[in-house]
């Protein structure tokens, strides 16, 4: 066995292993590993393997339980980000990921590097980057640090993206006072690769070297406040805050050196150095692959002055990745990197020890088994109480608003729904020349480069549905990104998922987790839409309240002829407004019943799954078969709000009667009945769609047409296409002009 | 139709500045790294958008004095067309081939959208193919494009014809409100005096097919390939 150097160790005591956040079980599993106790640096890679953010610990016994697999599933959860066949030995190769407390200690940063990273997890697959989405959630636009936030992350997410040339497609924003205190920066990224040229993390082959790329190694990102203590720092320099620092300019050159490193064969395999930098990539590197790594730390580039072995292996310094090469490549490889004026350094070779050996200068400071390390990590079966049900509202109890033209106006003008281009306009959304579907409608669209195919993209979740009910809530976030693809004419195929929640040792939050689960679970299931990659965020939460769960879903859809795609816009005048699926005027949980009358309360509406199947798959053979030439699906503000968007996109007003029945007409104007969808056809076809959806036990139901500049619904209200825009666009930009 | 188009760190439109060359010339261009110091003998050399060298120091300073810069100001003395768009105009300002230097947005943010453009002289290798006082679509996506030049510099830019475009509205008025940038009299882009160097801020290799929303970033393209008929 290697021997450890114990000079300059700290006795590793009681209160050092709890300022590392394990619990004494996990110190005693952690000897046990070991056979002896551990050094500093150990105990500072444990900790961090460990967390709940790199373990899964709280999680990972509920996530098992996902659907994962399809036929045209590639790489399920497991890998750096999910990869699914999209034809043609093609792959689209995509994840979500969090960076929710950087962002709101320090936004611009926080946001950036958190694009940064998810970036890195796509492209150390051997994709390139095509497309950037986010899911944001901040708090009440009347608290004093909101404004601040969104504009930090919103110039963190293009400050990096635009960089980097990957264009910013899409995305969602909600402000709630849950998150007043923990905003949500969830940052997608979906890359190209061909299927013969994925590259995976686990290591092989017994003396190949180990490669170290990117950009220097620093003290930032260090694992926060554990290691305050000045007794193992050399001198009193002030640890620096924890949020790490973007450089996207490196990222470039990363993307490009990567890329054209991983289109020779030399590469055995290849790891981006996320949260936990170099501990977690060689440890999975290592463990994934059966085999040992010997690393000398002398060798790793270094930015600071005296580092220690710990730093290093805890630092988070950002663009950086970890290659194992074949023998004797490293002078190939070394050109190439050169070329890009990126840091190339060989810092270790694959061993047959099985274990993570550390050497800095001349001795041993660390030697792990990594499998031990990694299949032994926690897991807890935390205790859990399921969310109360809450009473279904019933619309007869809802006021009737006096005003229809006030009422949507206010509407269609509230930080719920007005229009989020004060944002989109700041990301580079065009860059690559593919982007066929730009921000604004139901889902962006990109093209697959040099082919007439196109992925659909889209990032959805209706937090309050989750918190009044996690279960349907869970079930909403899939169903809305599924069908958001459908209404472009996108072949729905798989999902990630960014699960946020509040502090899982509280049994109302996991009982949230669990039921969240099992409505994506559900989802997924029904629609045959696995999910293949995803990232969990835990304790957001301050001052003991918990955020609203937030199980934010990235989607996406594959067109295989990207000239059927279509748009929320109707195109002609006289084109026939039709509605795709039941109406029952549900307004417990709407915006409306949030916005006009001030109440957050009340079941969600129920989500029917074989119902959503049924008429989804409905609308987007129409869509294939050119007979649908817009479509917009039914969600936040229910029908009259998407008309209302609809009319907007096409510059052409609208004539529209509703026969409401026995539904009040609020209810069946504002109502979020969900499986809906509104939909343009030409007069020629309505005959024709009708019949087909009798075929298809589909509820159709003609509403109007396309006509003038007014959207007029007969005795209800009629308001100009200029009162609609400027009610809708000026919300944020005045918002955000005001500097209170 | 000959082309090339530069590559420097951190370039990101050099593939799109490709893609349309390639289409519409029907023939693919040359690349030219930033550290080549000879270049093909080409028609035209295309600096492309992006963030060269991170945007560091001051958008397109550090590609300004890259090894191959020499080899294209040598091309550009010869009256080869030389074409810069978005950090390649700004490229261009830095290397003193055009006049003026593009400042920060007066919005002080990043704006990426699609602005109408009214093209006013046509008679210039970059235009003819359009029509005079046509209003054409092109997509802009930049922090720093915000036109200034001394007054002098505008008074001959105005004179001599050299302003070949302007942001407008979609009537075709150049109204504040159409400045997407704060530019110096709605300034989207400038040729040099010879008439064979232009730079802009908007992108028109990004608007050269119906499926990217339309076709009206051709006509640059296509003006360069009628000068050589």
């Known amino acids: 066995m290697t021997k450890i150097n114990w000079n300059n160790n700290p006795e590793i005591t009681d209160d050092l292993v709890k300022e590392h956040g394990l619990s004494v079980d996990e110190h005693k599993l952690m000897i046990k590993i070991l056979g002896r106790k551990p050094t500093l640096t150990e105990l500072g890679i444990f900790s961090v393997m460990w967390s709940e953010h790199c373990s899964y610990k709280s999680s990972k016994l509920h996530l098992k339980t996902l659907p994962t697999e399809a036929p045209w599933v590639i790489h399920g959860p497991g890998e750096n980000a999910g990869v699914i066949d999209i034809g043609d030995n093609q792959a689209a190769i995509f994840k979500m990921e969090s960076h929710n407390h950087p962002s709101y200690i320090e936004p611009y940063q926080g946001a950036a590097t958190g694009v940064g990273g998810i970036l890195r997890d796509v492209f150390t697959m051997g994709a390139r980057p095509i497309a950037n989405m986010n899911a944001l959630r901040f708090g009440s636009p009347e608290h004093p640090k909101t404004r601040h936030l969104l504009s930090g992350v919103v110039e963190g997410i293009g400050g990096y993206g635009n960089c980097v040339g990957v264009p910013t497609i899409g995305g969602e924003t909600n402000f709630h006072p849950s998150y007043n205190g923990n905003i949500l920066v969830n940052a997608m990224a979906v890359g190209l690769a061909d299927q013969d040229k994925i590259f995976l993390s686990a290591a092989a082959g017994v003396g190949n070297p180990v490669i170290y790329v990117g950009s220097k190694t620093g003290r930032d990102g260090i694992h926060g406040a554990t290691m305050a203590s000045a007794e193992f720092t050399e001198d009193n320099e002030e640890k620096r805050p924890t949020v790490q620092v973007g450089d996207p300019f490196t990222e470039k050159l990363l993307i490009e050196a990567c890329i054209e490193l991983m289109s020779t064969d030399m590469v055995v395999a290849i790891q981006d150095m996320g949260a936990a930098g170099l501990t977690s990539s060689s440890v999975e590197m290592a463990s994934g692959g059966g085999v040992g790594f010997t690393i000398n730390l002398d060798n790793v580039p270094q930015r600071e002055e005296n580092m220690t072995p710990y730093e290093m292996m805890l630092s988070e310094s950002q663009e950086r990745m970890l290659v194992v090469l074949k023998p004797d490549r490293v002078g190939e490889a070394e050109a190439i990197f050169k070329k890009w004026d990126l840091d190339f350094a060989v810092i270790g070779e694959i061993t047959e020890t099985g274990n993570l050996t550390l050497l800095f200068e001349g001795k041993t400071v660390a030697d792990i088994p990594t499998q031990p390390l990694a299949d032994n990590s926690p897991e807890y079966d935390r205790p859990w109480i399921k969310t109360e049900i809450q009473p279904t509202i019933d619309a007869f109890d809802i006021p009737i608003p006096i005003d229809f033209r006030d009422t949507l106006l206010k509407m269609i003008n509230s930080s719920d729904l007005s229009s989020r281009e004060w944002i989109w306009q700041q990301y580079d959304h065009q860059v690559m020349a593919d982007t066929i579907q730009i921000p604004g409608g139901d889902a962006a669209v990109v093209r697959v480069h040099g082919t007439n195919k196109a992925l659909a993209i889209s990032t959805d979740c209706t937090p309050r549905y989750c918190y009044a009910d996690p279960f349907e809530g869970g079930k909403q976030a899939v169903a809305e990104t599924w069908r958001n693809l459908t209404s472009v004419g996108a072949q729905p195929l798989a999902i990630t998922d960014c699960l946020n929640f509040g502090n899982p040792e509280r049994p109302d939050i996991m009982g949230q987790f669990v039921g969240a689960i099992e409505g994506i679970r559900e989802a997924c299931t029904v629609l045959d839409y696995p999910v293949i990659s995803g990232n969990v965020s835990l304790y957001n939460e301050t001052n003991g309240t918990g955020i609203h769960p937030t199980p934010a879903i990235g989607g996406v859809g594959l067109l295989k002829d990207s000239s059927k795609m279509i748009t929320i816009a109707p195109k002609n005048e006289g084109d026939v407004i039709m509605l795709i699926g039941e109406c029952t005027g549900h307004l417990g949980c709407s915006l409306y019943l949030n916005i006009i009358e001030g109440r957050e309360e009340g079941a969600p509406p129920p989500v029917d799954l074989t119902l959503e199947r049924k008429n989804g798959d409905f609308v987007r053979t129409q869509i294939q078969k050119r007979i649908i030439t817009a479509c917009h699906d039914v969600s936040d503000g229910g029908l009259f709000v998407t008309l209302s968007e609809m009319a907007m996109a096409s510059g052409h007003g609208m004539e529209i009667t509703i026969n409401n029945g026995d539904i009040p007409i609020h209810a069946y104007g504002f109502g979020e009945d969900q499986a809906r969808y509104v939909i343009s056809v030409s007069p020629d076809n309505v005959k024709g769609i009708i019949t087909a959806a009798r075929d298809a036990n589909v509820a159709i139901k003609n509403l109007g047409i396309v006509q003038g500049n007014t959207v007029n619904i007969k005795n209800t209200f009629t308001i100009t296409l200029n009162e609609l825009l400027d009610a809708h666009s000026t919300w944020m930009p005045k918002y955000m002009s005001n500097k209170d | ?229």
């Open chain 2, 1 to 229: 139709m000959k082309s090339a188009v530069v590559t420097f760190p951190a370039s990101n439109c050099n593939r799109d500045m490709f893609d349309a060359l390639e289409k519409i010339t029907g023939k693919t261009p040359y690349q030219i790294w930033h550290q080549d110091s000879e270049i093909p003998d080409v028609d035209l050399i295309a600096l492309p958008g992006g963030f060269s060298f991170g945007d560091y120091l001051r958008c397109g300073a550090m590609a300004a004095r890259s090894p191959a810069i020499k080899a294209i100001a040598l091309h550009a003395e010869r009256g080869g067309n030389v074409i810069g768009v978005c950090n390649g105009f700004q490229v261009l300002t830095e290397m003193g081939l055009l006049p003026g230097a593009l400042m920060r947005n007066s919005s002080l943010k990043f704006v990426c959208k699609t602005v109408h453009l009214q093209v006013e002289n046509t008679s210039t290798n970059f235009t003819n193919a359009y029509t005079k006082g046509q209003v054409i679509d092109i997509p802009i996506a930049h922090h720093d494009g915000n036109y200034f030049a001394d007054e002098d510099t505008l008074k001959i830019l105005e004179t001599n014809g050299q302003i070949p475009f302007r942001y407008v509205s979609k009537e075709g008025n150049a109204i504040a409100s159409a400045n997407p940038n704060g530019s110096q009299n709605n300034i989207a882009g400038i040729i040099n005096e010879r008439g064979n160097v232009l730079g802009m801020m908007p992108h028109p290799e990004r608007l050269i097919e119906d499926a990217q929303g339309g076709t009206d970033g051709r006509g640059f393209f296509e003006s360069i390939i009628n000068t050589l008929k």
